[in-house]
């Protein structure tokens, strides 16, 4: 019953459906974050205030964790190559040390909030907060569901199936780096 | 119903599996016809609660503290409540559900020759998001304090504190349900874009495709390109509302015209992306009934575009009085302006199209015909409101509110009525009945302007909208005949849609069979069997095209109709 | 598929590392225009060589990147439209007051780092470091960044809320003091401070200049300020008459 359509292989611009489709969920991806970030800058250039705030951030941390998801779209881009030549098992394995970079960025952001929590800079202490919280919590939540849907490739990759999805989970996933490429000087260096 | 599609799946079909129980068929399939089915009904069904909260406030506002029929008294905050859910579900699940998800699951693939969406299961997701978000704005009618009241543009402080807005619980929920209804609509519209992008018949090239699968994908990107930056507005609401953030409290450096920004910047788009549906529908409808071809294929959709794209750049004229700068109300004035040179564009074609055609005026038709000319009147209307300094007098009066209903009208209802009433012999195998249809027609077109032209006039005289009792007022108060009026004429209209049900009953029950191209129409659909089986056609007979949509009275050709996909020896 | 092409993925990686390295390195040169090139230049680079190279935008189809731009053009449209309304504290014929007393309020520098980097006092362009100022106003902005985590930063108050008429320097040449008549008082004028006591001054800042009997022009600040901030603010119109 869920058979794939004819329709799905049929590709009028030249691009197959399935990395037509990535290209239009970063578009949509653009706009929110772009959105939320938007006015992160419009209210932190409004409030030159904010800047005791901005001190607290941890630069070195925020390097880390920019350096971890430098590393795992290498790994994912890697992955892609592996599987373009067919070889899903290579590409699962690429992929799976992706993942051990989304895992470490979580662990490292967990480490970092737990002590801003602990030193009392909570969601509601002041605007530059809630924006800090918010905006790197929604970069999480999409690097959480990143790390799950790349589990679900790669175990299929290794088995030789899907390979296609390979890149187009690694499309997404540089996405991912990318916004924390702005994230990175928003919060952490020209606060 | 949905029923006999799959019934005939079952023979038909060379992908047929092993027998479906009942449950699988509707509630799991991924056939884009029963999806479509699902949102349509689904739609539907929200078209009724929408309506009787309609009626629940009109009355109150007309017997202002009565007791209502089948309602009891309205209490102060129950009118805000009620004209709250009013507008968000008419809106999100209403319009957009049966104009984009519904048409558009069930025309796109038929209309470009395909077996079914590109991506079937996200489609299925997406209904069952969907779904999610209408149980949950249902649900908040029963919450503690009931439905959210803060008005469908949920402006903070007041939609932010609980304290203000007295709906607390209701108010979290309508942002949730909110938000979930604009992710079954990002996962469908990747689904409609893609599938038209790439999944065309062969030979169909990119000017074959009929006007109405452009308009709904067109307005699937701007969707898509619009929601953003409120989806992100919407998780900094909620956070305001649960967990005490101060994003838009201005006693603690928040900014509450940054809401107004991040809803409107969505918040005008998304009227045209519910105005490019129903026009498609429109179109479809005229050059089959008119048996003629549209007037100008190519001005058409590079106006559609034209509006898509200006229509990013009109959205402060919703804050005219909202405390912008003035030059910024300058700016908006004159591209709000503007943006009513590419809409007349659109409606003058299709005047043009039925200009020297053979007319036929079915039920359909008449619909088409319909929104044609309310719809003007809603644009004429609109002209004054954007235009700055007229609307800072006319603000929040029921001017504003005649005028959007004199356009949502035409497009949520008329639209509505005239895609249905025409693919209704596809969806289902069998004819409506054409007298009930028409007397439903009139006692709806009639009883709509008659709710409707009094309330220009009451905004006129200043009368604001989201008032509980009017007659607070003195210098209104001697207006309440014309509240009277515009409430009694929507009972009537309410009552005429009985006649719609009953013809649906009828037809349902012992309808006459539709055939495969009952209207004598040329695109794709119309050539596989009423209703289509699963896969649209047999594998091994998928449709070639060979011309463009709207061959009608072709010099070479008998028929005064040429289908997409006869070969070129047909004529 | 388009993507046959794979560039040297290591080479590119390596450059993206460095870039970073460059971008943490910035700050410590202290000077705010290169900050703001390594931090934001530097990310639309990497992010460019992202998104060419590893998404292989460069290898693929016009369509893509139509679509991308798209967004990215609308975001840009976003930004435009909304800064002058949110960013922006005063436009044509209105003042956003509370976000100019948020402004004005500060907020209190981290524990441990008193007399550390003193809270801005330039109400546009927020950069991460003050610009220079007379020496005397620099040793009242030391004084107050040492003072208690939730002084009264006047400096930024009155950057804020009184520069326009009495201009950045308080010698009564604010951009709108053209059109006011009498032209607001000018601080730098020690016949100035000879013609009034602390306790008038801070009635003024308060009350208005109606409540002194002077032009109504000069708005009350209660509703602001409260009296103690008021005298701390006298106290610091004073070092700008050095």
């Not at chain 2, 559900?97 to 969406?117: Q, S």
């Not at chain 2, 004159?334 to 809409?343: K, R």
């Not at chain 3, 590119?12 to 090139?37: D, E, M, Q, R």
């Not at chain 3, 060419?52 to 139509?66: D, G, P, V």
């Amino acid at each position: 019953m869920s058979h794939r359509p004819m329709a799905t292989d049929r590709s009028a611009t030249g691009i197959p459906t399935g990395r037509l489709a990535v290209w239009w969920v970063l578009a949509s991806e653009i706009v929110i974050f772009g959105g939320l970030l938007a006015s992160y800058l419009m209210h932190r250039l409004g409030h030159p205030e904010w800047a005791n705030a901005t001190a607290v951030t941890n630069t070195w941390i925020g390097a880390f964790n920019t350096l971890v998801l430098l590393s795992s779209s290498f790994t994912a881009v890697l992955g892609h190559q592996a599987a373009e030549k067919g070889d899903g098992r290579q590409a699962a394995r690429y992929l799976y040390m992706t993942m051990g970079g989304a895992a470490t960025f979580i662990l490292v952001k967990t480490y970092e909030w737990g002590h801003e929590i602990a030193a009392g800079y909570t969601i509601t202490s002041n605007g530059f907060w809630s924006f800090y919280y918010t905006a790197a919590g929604l970069h999480a939540l999409h690097v959480i569901a990143g790390a799950i849907i790349m589990g679900i490739v790669a175990r299929d990759a290794a088995r030789g199936r899907n390979l296609h999805r390979v890149e187009l989970i690694g499309i997404y996933w540089h996405f991912v780096d990318v916004v924390w490429i702005f994230l990175f000087p928003l919060l952490y260096i020209a606060k | 119903m949905a029923h006999a599609a799959t019934a005939d799946a079952h023979d038909h079909s060379p992908h047929a599996h092993h027998e479906q129980s009942r449950l699988v068929k509707y509630l799991w399939s991924t056939d884009h016809k029963v999806i479509a089915m699902q949102y349509l009904f689904t739609g539907m069904f929200m078209a009724l609660v929408g309506g009787v909260m309609a009626y629940a406030f009109r009355m109150q506002d007309a017997f202002p503290g009565s007791s209502i029929p089948g309602f009891g008294v309205v209490a102060p905050g129950e009118y805000n409540s009620l004209v709250t859910m009013h507008g968000s579900i008419m809106i999100f699940w209403v319009a957009m559900p049966v104009l984009i998800a519904a048409f558009g699951n069930f025309l796109i693939p038929l209309m470009i020759g395909a077996d079914d969406m590109v991506f079937p299961r996200i489609n299925r997701l997406s209904y069952q998001v969907f779904l999610l978000s209408v149980i949950v704005i249902l649900a908040s009618l029963f919450v503690p304090g009931g439905a959210f009241g803060g008005a469908w543009t949920a402006y903070p402080p007041l939609s932010a504190q609980a304290q203000f807005n007295q709906t607390g619980p209701g108010a979290s929920m309508w942002v949730i349900a909110v938000a979930l209804e604009f992710v079954a609509f990002l996962l469908g519209g990747i689904n409609f874009i893609v599938t038209l992008m790439n999944a065309r018949a062969p030979g169909m090239k990119a000017f074959d495709i009929p006007l109405v699968c452009w308009m709904i994908v067109i307005a699937s990107i701007l969707f898509m390109l619009s929601v953003g930056p409120l989806i992100a507005g919407a998780g900094m609401l909620l956070f305001d509302q649960l967990v005490g953030t101060a994003f838009f409290d201005p006693a603690r450096g928040g900014d509450p015209v940054l809401w107004q920004h991040l809803f409107w910047f969505f918040g005008h788009p998304e009227v045209y992306v519910v105005l490019l549906p129903a026009v498609g529908f429109v179109i479809e409808i005229v050059a089959v009934f008119a048996r003629k071809k549209v007037f100008g294929y190519k001005t058409l959709l590079y106006t559609t575009v034209a509006i898509g794209v200006l229509s990013f750049f009109v959205w402060a004229h919703h804050q005219f009085v909202a405390g912008i700068d003035p030059r910024m109300a300058n700016i908006f004035t004159i591209t709000t302006l503007l943006i009513s040179i590419p809409v007349a564009e659109l409606i003058l074609v299709i005047i043009a199209t039925l200009y020297g055609g053979s007319i036929r005026l079915t039920v359909p038709m008449l619909w088409a015909l319909a929104f044609v000319f309310e719809f003007m009147i809603g644009g004429v209307t609109g002209i004054y409101l954007g235009a700055s300094g007229a609307d800072v007098y006319l603000h929040d009066t029921f001017f504003v509110l005649a005028h959007f209903h004199y356009t949502f009208f035409p497009i949520a209802i008329i639209g509505n009525f005239a895609a249905f009433t025409f693919w209704f012999p596809k969806m289902f195998g069998k004819m409506l009945d054409e007298r009930l249809g028409k007397i439903h027609f009139w006692g709806t077109i009639v009883t709509f302007n008659a709710i409707f032209i009094p309330l220009f006039f009451l905004g006129l005289k200043g009368e604001h909208r989201r008032v509980y009792s009017h007659l607070n007022f003195p210098e209104l108060a001697g207006m309440q005949p014309l509240r009277v009026f515009a409430t009694a004429a929507l009972v009537v209209m309410l009552l005429f849609q009985l006649v719609f049900l009953y013809n649906l009953w009828k037809t349902f029950r012992k309808g006459p069979a539709a055939g495969k191209n009952p209207w004598q129409a040329n695109t794709l659909e119309w050539t596989t069997t009423s209703p289509p089986p699963h896969g649209n056609w047999p594998a091994d007979q998928m449709p070639k095209v060979y011309r463009g949509p709207y061959e009608y009275g072709h010099p070479d050709r008998a028929e005064d109709y040429w289908p997409q996909n006869l070969p070129p020896q047909s004529a | 598929m388009a993507a046959s092409h794979h560039p040297n993925y290591k080479k590119i990686y390596l450059t993206l590392v460095i870039l970073l390295a460059i971008s943490v390195a910035g700050p410590f040169i202290g000077i705010k225009w290169v900050t703001i090139i390594t931090a934001f230049g530097i990310a639309f680079v990497k992010a460019n060589m992202v998104i060419q190279n590893f998404m292989h935008l460069k290898w693929e189809r016009r369509i893509a990147k139509y679509v991308l731009a798209a967004s990215g053009a609308l975001l840009l449209l976003f930004y435009y439209g909304v800064a002058p309304d949110v960013q922006a504290h005063r436009g044509q014929h209105w003042v956003n007051d509370d976000a100019l007393a948020a402004t004005a309020r500060g907020i209190p520098a981290p524990h441990g780092s008193e007399g550390g980097e003193a809270a801005h006092d330039e109400p546009s362009g927020g950069g991460s470091d003050g610009s220079p100022a007379a020496p005397a106003a620099a040793a009242a902005a030391a004084a107050e960044s040492t003072a208690a985590p939730n002084a009264f930063n006047a400096r930024a108050a009155f950057a804020a809320n009184c520069s326009p008429c009495h201009g950045t320097g308080g010698r009564g040449d604010g951009v709108v003091a053209a059109a006011l008549n009498p032209r607001p008082a000018n601080f730098a004028d020690p016949a100035f401070w000879r013609s009034r006591t602390d306790a008038v001054l801070i009635r003024t800042i308060q009350g208005g200049g109606a409540a002194v009997g002077k032009s109504a022009s000069m708005p009350a600040w209660s509703s602001l300020l409260s009296e103690a901030q008021a005298a701390d603010m006298v106290a610091y119109l004073k070092t700008l008459s050095h």
